[in-house]
């Protein structure tokens, strides 16, 4: 019975990254891989609660509870003064009080979870910490994407790629990572529809809401209405969005509403062609915008 253990082996049984039965278990490339990811199994496993209603009291375990609800306000301030776009967070002065006044959150937190709960029954509140598990996890998910853009711009940057080229798809690419390991993982876990879904309304969120928010307060802070010039970059764009969501709608449609290969060889074309047209644009952009300018003489193109 893990509740009968001593507090220190109920922790280790749930935060070590690997338990001693795998490791012995394990290939050497298994091993290379648990090694390579335990800093990462690690971070995850004592700052993010987990509540699972498949396994005894919901997956409870005092110990961790404890150090989770200790670790989480520090956690939080870490990384809201990673990503803040204030100076004043840069200050040492101020991450210094913030850091003091997370460690004193954080030590409330956890005397509150160690008087208020025992090691046989998890607490009444237990089932709500899946909603903190959430926001720690999406705290983490933004640091870990956010360092795999600033990683692509620095290989960009170092390699002296064409910044629309690198945008269109390295960065693309990094930036569409979570939601294809997310969505792939959806999709193994028995949910395709909502798979397919989220394939859908992810994209569409970050553009209405991407482009509905940056105009308003492109409109307030800058200019109204903001001037946003046509380019040969963004008509390239929009043409190919156009074009896959029609195409895309036409072969589901014809393939009964299925996702079979054809569709898939379809999309992975259109993607294709996409990166192709890009590399052209970035490489000829100058003859491509000479050949526009003359042939729609009149018209006044911003390239």
């Known amino acids: 019975d893990e509740s009968a253990a001593p507090a ?10 690997v338990s001693a039965e795998r490791w012995a278990a394990a290939s050497w490339p298994e091993r290379v ?7 990462a199994v690690l971070m995850q496993n004592v700052t993010v609660p987990v509540v699972d209603r498949d396994v005894p009291n919901n997956n409870w375990n005092r110990p961790l509870a404890i150090l989770q609800a200790f670790l989480w306000p520090a956690v939080t301030w870490a990384l809201t003064v990673r990503a803040g776009p204030s100076e004043a967070l840069e200050r040492p002065a101020v991450q210094a009080v913030g850091f003091a006044c997370a ?51 620095a290989i960009g940057i170092t390699c002296h790629f064409d910044k629309v080229l690198l945008g269109a798809t390295l960065l693309a690419v990094g930036i569409g990572l979570q939601d294809l390991v997310t969505n792939l993982g959806i999709t193994r876990a028995g949910h395709p529809n909502m798979a397919a879904a989220a394939c859908i309304g992810s994209p569409l969120l970050n553009l209405l809401l991407g482009l509905g928010t940056a ?24 043409a ?41 644009l970035a490489n000829f952009a100058d003859q491509i915008s000479a050949t526009a300018r003359h042939a729609l003489a009149g018209r006044h193109w911003m390239v």
């Open 215 to 238: 105009s308003i307060v492109g409109n307030v802070a800058v200019a109204s209405p903001y001037p946003f010039y046509r380019s040969l970059h963004i008509s390239l764009y929009l």
């Open 240 to 280: 190919f969005l156009v074009a896959s969501v029609l195409v895309g709608a036409s072969v589901m449609a014809a393939a009964g509403f299925r996702a079979t290969r054809p569709y898939a060889a379809v999309l992975l074309s259109l993607y294709a062609a996409f990166v192709l047209a890009v590399v052209l």
């Open 33 to 39: 891989l648990d090694v390579v990811k335990a800093p």
């Open 8 to 17: 220190h082996a109920q922790l280790a049984e749930r935060a070590l990254p």
């Open 103 to 153: 460690a004193g959150l954080g030590a409330a937190l956890a005397l509150t979870v160690y008087l208020t709960s025992n090691s046989t029954l998890p607490p009444a509140y237990y089932p709500y910490l899946c909603f903190l598990g959430f926001v720690v996890s999406m705290q983490w998910i933004y640091a870990v994407a956010d360092e795999i853009v600033s990683l692509i711009l």
